[in-house]
């Protein structure tokens, strides 16, 4: 969101066209899958703490619920656009294929910047999105979950407007939901543990141990802060993080050549995950431009912020020494640069795969909320561990056997599934 030049969808679509031509798919599934099912774009008029209305920009897209109903975090971000969204919508539909839960693809968003509203006012838009959405939402249809800049709190919002205007409880309708409000356990960290479990299994497949490797990470959100607990408690050292500063309207990375010190930096981070450059000086941190953390002399990349980091501009950056890179955000890679991480061989999770612990685990809540019955976080995480290994290990075994590149591998098997579906209904 960050370059208005760059298109999501656009590049959503380039690497599906590029698969379908991998399976030799038909042109009715191509045409299908190509693009979404369904689109709702609609306005929120908010009264806000003022006493003026200000009108915000809702969407939701449902790429596609031929395997099961839709699912999708909500992203509230000032640069929000329709083709985001769509993008978003259709990795969600390949993300819940790869890890094989009976779950479709859908996203939505609200073009806002909570940095710059009140707590109130943000209840309105989560309200007001929900009324819009009401017939075309719900534990059957579509369930919505967090995403950048939306928390538990607003999640249950949105539950409790859906559920006055129904006249019923539907524990199942979001996911997200604050922990004895409903949610999981284990759903805070599962979307960074997601990512550390098959980066886990990338290092094994390559013999690489996790104590000898250092990480540069973007971002320093849930995904970032979770992924860098479990890869630090594995032996790992990540040597830099970067993130978006409010005040200044831009990014900067905070770099400590020998390791960063988790909690010393969540110390002075504030719920958006943007960290207080005066204090990160204090305590040592070099605090170097935004984009430094793609350049370090590290193993291992992590991008974990936004779309669209890994480009033919910046992959000229990446070291020597990089061996892997795990993609915690959604999209971080352009197909440019990705052709050229595939030639020089770097082991590439992908973005649908590797942070696919967050659904899978938004689909446990949901199981467990229909069955008005909480599983212990141990259970919650050791379930997430063996999907999340399970998924790994069938990309990763196809790559090996076709010769593919892992993502590649992954969207083989997402966009077989789905197409599979839709011929098993009858659709195509
Ligand atoms: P978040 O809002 O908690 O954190 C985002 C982080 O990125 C913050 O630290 C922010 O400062 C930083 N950031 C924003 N713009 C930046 C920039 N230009 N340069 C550097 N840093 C920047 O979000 P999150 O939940 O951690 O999500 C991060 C990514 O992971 C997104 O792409 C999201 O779609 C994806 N994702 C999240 C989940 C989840 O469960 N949270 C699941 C799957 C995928």
């Given at each position: 969101?960050?370059?208005?030049?760059?298109?999501?969808?656009?590049m959503?679509?380039?690497?599906?066209?590029?698969?379908?031509?991998?399976?030799?798919?038909?042109?009715?599934?191509?045409k299908?899958?190509?693009?979404?099912m369904?689109?709702?774009?609609?306005?929120?008029?908010?009264?806000m703490?003022?006493?003026?209305f200000?009108?915000?920009?809702?969407?939701?897209?449902?790429h596609?619920?031929?395997?099961?109903?839709?699912?999708?975090?909500?992203?509230?971000?000032?640069?929000?656009?329709?083709?985001?969204?769509?993008?978003?919508?259709?990795?969600m539909?390949?993300?819940?294929?790869?890890?094989?839960?009976p779950?479709?693809?859908s996203?939505?968003?609200v073009i806002?910047?909570p940095h710059?509203l009140s707590s109130?006012?943000?209840e309105?838009?989560?309200?007001?999105?929900?009324?819009?959405?009401v017939r075309?939402?719900?534990?059957?249809?579509?369930?919505?979950?967090?995403?950048?800049?939306?928390?538990?709190?607003?999640?249950l919002w949105?539950?409790?407007?859906?559920?006055?205007?129904?006249g019923?409880?539907?524990?199942g309708?979001?996911t997200?939901?604050?922990?004895g409000m409903?949610?999981?356990?284990?759903?805070?960290?599962?979307?960074g543990?997601?990512?550390?479990?098959?980066?886990?299994?990338?290092?094994?497949?390559?013999?690489?141990?996790?104590?000898?490797t250092?990480?540069?990470?973007?971002?320093?959100g849930?995904?970032?802060?979770?992924?860098?607990?479990?890869y630090?408690?594995?032996?790992?050292?990540?040597?830099?993080?970067?993130?978006?500063?409010?005040?200044?309207?831009?990014?900067?990375?905070?770099?400590?050549k020998n390791?960063?010190?988790?909690d010393?930096l969540?110390?002075?981070?504030?719920?958006?995950?943007?960290?207080?450059?005066?204090?990160?000086?204090?305590l040592?941190?070099?605090?170097?431009?935004g984009?430094?953390?793609?350049?370090?002399?590290?193993?291992i990349?992590?991008?974990?912020?936004?779309?669209?980091?890994?480009t033919?501009?910046?992959?000229?950056?990446i070291?020597?020494?990089v061996?892997?890179?795990?993609?915690?955000?959604?999209?971080?890679?352009?197909p440019?640069?990705?052709?050229v991480?595939k030639?020089r061989?770097?082991?590439?999770?992908?973005?649908?795969?590797a942070?696919?612990?967050?659904?899978?685990?938004?689909?446990?809540?949901?199981v467990?909320s229909?069955?008005?019955?909480?599983w212990?976080?141990?259970k919650v995480?050791?379930?997430?561990?063996?999907?999340?290994?399970?998924a790994?290990?069938?990309?990763?075994?196809l790559?090996r056997?076709?010769?593919?590149?892992?993502?590649?591998?992954?969207?083989v098997?997402?966009?077989?599934?789905?197409?599979q579906?839709?011929?098993d209904?009858g659709?195509?």
């Amino acid at each position: 969101m960050a370059d208005k030049s760059f298109n999501a969808f656009a590049m959503a679509q380039a690497q599906f066209d590029k698969c379908a031509d991998l399976l030799g798919l038909d042109d009715a599934t191509r045409k299908l899958l190509r693009s979404p099912m369904r689109e709702y774009s609609f306005n929120i008029p908010v009264r806000m703490d003022d006493g003026r209305f200000e009108v915000f920009r809702g969407f939701r897209v449902q790429h596609n619920d031929a395997r099961g109903p839709g699912k999708g975090g909500i992203r509230f971000h000032p640069l929000e656009t329709i083709d985001t969204v769509r993008a978003l919508s259709m990795w969600m539909t390949w993300k819940c294929a790869v890890v094989d839960i009976p779950l479709g693809g859908s996203k939505g968003g609200v073009i806002c910047d909570p940095h710059n509203l009140s707590s109130r006012e943000q209840e309105g838009i989560c309200r007001g999105w929900v009324r819009q959405l009401v017939r075309d939402i719900g534990p059957l249809r579509d369930i919505p979950a967090p995403d950048v800049m939306t928390n538990a709190q607003h999640m249950l919002w949105m539950l409790d407007e859906y559920e006055t205007i129904r006249g019923a409880k539907y524990p199942g309708l979001i996911t997200g939901k604050p922990v004895g409000m409903g949610g999981s356990l284990g759903r805070t960290e599962a979307t960074g543990f997601g990512v550390i479990y098959t980066l886990r299994e990338a290092m094994k497949e390559m013999d690489v141990e996790p104590g000898s490797t250092k990480t540069a990470v973007q971002g320093f959100g849930n995904v970032a802060q979770y992924a860098i607990r479990l890869y630090q408690q594995m032996g790992g050292t990540v040597v830099c993080v970067s993130c978006w500063d409010q005040n200044d309207q831009t990014s900067y990375t905070y770099l400590k050549k020998n390791g960063i010190d988790l909690d010393e930096l969540l110390n002075i981070t504030d719920h958006f995950g943007g960290i207080n450059k005066g204090k990160a000086a204090g305590l040592g941190y070099e605090v170097l431009p935004g984009d430094a953390w793609i350049e370090q002399e590290v193993d291992i990349l992590l991008p974990a912020a936004l779309e669209n980091q890994i480009t033919a501009k910046t992959i000229v950056k990446i070291s020597d020494r990089v061996k892997v890179i795990a993609e915690g955000a959604n999209g971080p890679t352009t197909p440019e640069a990705d052709a050229v991480i595939k030639e020089r061989g770097i082991f590439m999770i992908p973005d649908f795969l590797a942070n696919a612990g967050g659904v899978t685990c938004s689909y446990f809540e949901q199981v467990q909320s229909n069955m008005n019955h909480y599983w212990a976080k141990e259970k919650v995480l050791a379930k997430l561990d063996i999907n999340m290994t399970s998924a790994f290990i069938a990309v990763s075994d196809l790559a090996r056997k076709k010769k593919l590149y892992m993502r590649d591998a992954a969207y083989v098997i997402a966009i077989n599934r789905v197409a599979q579906a839709c011929k098993d209904r009858g659709w195509i």
